[in-house]
C-alpha cells in the first residue's frame, strides 16, 4: 500500500478526553476512530490488525471443529424472559429499542438464548451432537466505565463459541481442546508470556470457569499468580476454598493487575432445560444438551498488545499481528530514491511481503516519526546513500538496530518470520 493513497493521518494530539494509552496511540497512529466515549470505529490501517487478530483465531477454532456462524444483533424479549435475563434488575449493562408498533428488542450483549432457541431446529438425536458453533459478531453493551480505550467498548466485536454436548465428559474433554486452543492463540499473538489461565468462580454448573488473564497496568482486574504452576485465581476464588481446590497456598502467590482477553465456561444444562433444546439419547430417552460458552474480545487483545508493546516513540507490532511486514521510505522523494523504491516495492509485493510505502513528499523527520508511531516491526530506508552502496538499510523497530543486506536476504529474513 503506498501511504500517500491512505485518506487516515496520524496525529500528534489524541483527543483530550481519551485516557487509555492503547486508544492514545492508535489515534495517532491513525488506526482508529473514537465516535465519543467507549465507542470506536476502525481505519484502514486497524482493520488489517483486526483481521490478523481474527484470523489466527478463527485458525484456531476451525482446528478444534469450531463451524463459523453469523447471529443477528436484535434479539427478541420472548428467548430472553425464558431463562431471565431480559429484566434489567438482572441484566444490568443491555442496550434496549423498540419496534414502531412498541414491540421491544434487545441489541445482544452475548448470544446464549439465540443460538441454544436456534440449534432445537437441528439438533434431534446423539448423532447430531456434539456441536461447536462461533461467530465474530458485534456486542452490544452499556458499560458504565469506559475508560480503557479499545480494551473496554460499548460496541465490540467478540469472538463467541458455543458447545453442545450430549455427556458431561464429552463436554469437558471439548472445554480442555478449547484451554489449550486458548492458549495457542494468545502465544501466537504475542502475548503468550504474560497470559496466565486463571481460575474463575464457575456459576452453579461446575467448580471453576476459566479466564485468560494477561498481565499489564492498564487492566482493571486483580489476579493472584502461582508462578511455578503458571496459573493463576481471581478475586472471585481468592479464598481459602478456592486456594485448597486449586492446590496452592496464599503465601506462593504474587498479586498484579491484569485484563481479561479470553473466558471459558461450562454452562451444563441451564440454557438448554430453560429453552427446551434436548436430544434423543441412544437409549431413546430425552436429555437437556450440555453446554459451554468460549469468549475472545479481538479489539481488546488489539488494546492489550498495544499496551504491552509500545516506547515513548509509539506502537511496536509483534510481527504476527502487524498491519504490514515493512516500512519503506524514501528520502528525498526525488527521482532517484523514487525509482529506487518503487522497483523495490513491487519485487517484495511479488516475493508475498507485505509492504507500506512511504511516497509522500514529506521531511525525512516526519517519515521517521510517523513510522516510530505506526510501529511496523521492520524499516527500509531508500537515500541517496543506499542507493550508492547498493544495499539496504534494515530497522528493527523493536530492537532499534540497523542490518545492511541484499535485496534477496531481506525477502528471505521475512519469509522465515512469517
Ligand atoms: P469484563 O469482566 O472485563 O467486563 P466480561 O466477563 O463481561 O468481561 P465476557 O462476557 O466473558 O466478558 O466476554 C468475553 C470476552 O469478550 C472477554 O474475555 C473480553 O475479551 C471481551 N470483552 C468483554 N467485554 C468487552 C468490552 N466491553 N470491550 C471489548 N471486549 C470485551
Ligand atoms: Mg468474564
Redesign the pocket.
Known amino acids: 500500500m503506498r501511504q500517500s493513497q491512505l485518506f487516515s493521518k496520524t496525529r500528534r494530539e489524541a483527543p483530550k478526553d481519551e485516557v487509555a494509552k492503547n486508544a492514545e496511540l492508535l489515534i495517532r497512529g491513525g488506526y482508529i476512530h473514537k465516535e465519543m466515549a467507549?465507542v470506536y470505529s476502525f481505519l484502514p490501517l486497524g482493520l488489517i490488525v483486526l483481521n490478523k487478530i481474527i484470523q489466527i483465531i478463527r485458525e484456531e477454532m476451525n482446528e478444534i471443529g469450531g463451524e463459523e456462524i453469523l447471529l443477528a444483533s436484535l434479539q427478541q424479549k420472548d428467548t430472553w424472559q425464558t431463562t431471565d435475563r431480559w429484566d434489567d434488575k438482572k441484566v444490568d449493562n443491555w442496550f434496549k429499542t423498540k419496534l414502531k408498533n412498541d414491540t421491544e428488542l434487545g441489541l445482544g450483549?452475548?448470544h446464549e438464548e439465540p443460538l441454544t432457541a436456534l440449534m432445537r431446529e437441528h439438533i434431534r438425536s446423539y448423532k447430531d451432537l456434539p456441536r461447536y458453533a462461533y461467530q465474530f459478531q458485534t456486542?452490544f453493551?452499556n458499560?458504565t466505565r469506559?475508560k480503557s480505550g479499545?480494551?473496554?467498548?460499548?460496541e465490540?466485536i467478540?469472538?463467541?463459541l458455543y458447545s453442545f454436548s450430549k455427556s458431561q465428559k464429552e463436554h469437558d474433554e471439548f472445554y480442555e481442546k478449547a484451554k489449550e486452543s486458548y492458549i495457542t492463540i494468545f502465544q501466537r499473538i504475542g502475548i503468550g508470556e504474560k497470559t496466565y489461565v486463571t481460575f474463575a468462580s464457575g456459576g452453579s454448573f461446575s467448580k471453576f470457569s476459566h479466564?485468560?488473564q494477561t498481565i499489564t497496568d492498564a487492566g482493571?482486574?486483580i489476579i493472584y499468580i502461582s508462578d511455578e504452576k503458571k496459573i493463576a485465581l481471581n478475586k472471585e476464588v481468592m479464598n481459602d476454598e478456592g486456594l485448597a481446590a486449586v492446590g496452592v497456598k496464599k503465601e506462593d502467590l504474587r498479586e498484579a493487575k491484569a485484563?481479561?482477553?479470553?473466558?471459558i465456561?461450562s454452562l451444563g444444562t441451564r440454557f438448554s432445560e430453560a429453552i427446551g433444546l434436548t436430544y434423543v439419547a441412544l437409549d431413546g430417552s430425552k436429555k437437556p444438551v450440555i453446554m459451554g460458552s468460549y469468549?475472545?474480545?479481538p479489539?481488546?487483545?488489539m488494546?492489550t498488545v498495544v499496551e504491552l508493546f509500545s516506547d515513548d516513540a509509539g506502537i511496536v507490532w509483534p510481527k504476527s499481528i502487524a498491519p504490514f511486514d515493512i516500512h519503506l521510505i524514501e528520502v528525498p522523494c526525488d527521482e532517484s530514491t523514487n525509482k529506487a523504491a518503487t522497483k523495490l516495492y513491487e519485487n517484495l509485493k511479488k516475493a508475498g511481503v507485505s509492504v507500506l510505502y512511504d511516497d509522500r513528499d514529506a521531511r525525512a523527520g516526519e517519515k521517521f516519526s510517523d513510522s516510530d508511531l505506526i510501529g511496523i516491526p521492520t524499516r527500509i530506508v531508500i537515500s541517496k546513500k543506499t542507493i550508492e552502496e547498493g544495499m539496504l538499510e534494515v530497522k528493527s523497530r523493536a530492537k532499534g538496530h540497523v542490518t545492511k543486506m541484499t535485496e534477496s536476504q531481506l525477502v528471505a529474513s521475512i519469509k522465515k518470520a512469517q
Do not use: P
Open positions: 467507549g450483549f452475548t456486542k453493551r458499560e469506559a479499545i480494551m473496554r467498548s460499548r465490540f467478540m469472538k463467541d479466564e485468560f482493571e482486574d485484563v481479561e482477553v479470553g473466558n465456561f469468549g475472545i474480545g479489539a481488546r487483545l488494546g
